[in-house]
């Protein structure tokens, strides 16, 4: 088992910036590829960003390529999403997520654990 607890949501204004943090415990956290999905009311869940166990490889969706950073601490325990440049449309319920095997797989059902997830909106 692999337990997360995602922090950092919050209320900010279009063009602010937010620094979500994850943090993992239970299984080898550096066995594990982590992702960030999130969720608007109405809507499917949706990948967000992935990262490699070493860290060397990240992946996002277009919308936020560019604006958002996903990185990883594995000594910590730990995986943040840094997001610049906010627009509402990125308001949403944040998960981190865990998986064994690769990052590529953007599909939430491939993801084996998830945190509670972290509110983020941006007022326009």
């Known amino acids: 088992q692999v337990q997360l607890v995602e922090s950092g949501g919050g209320l900010v204004q279009a063009g602010g910036s937010l620094r979500l943090s994850c943090a993992a415990s239970g299984r080898t956290f550096s066995n594990y590829a982590m992702g960030w999905f999130r969720q608007a009311p109405g809507k499917e869940r949706e990948f967000v960003a992935a990262?490699?166990?070493?860290?060397?490889?990240?992946y996002y969706t277009d919308s936020v390529k560019g604006r958002f950073t996903i990185s990883r601490d594995n000594a910590g325990n730990a995986v943040y999403l840094q997001m610049n440049s906010l627009k509402p449309e990125d308001t949403a319920v944040y998960y981190c997520a865990a998986r064994l095997g690769s990052p590529e797989v953007r599909d939430s059902r491939a993801y084996d654990y998830w945190g509670q997830g972290t509110q983020v909106t941006v007022s326009s």
């Open positions: 990262i490699s166990r070493s860290g060397g490889g990240v």
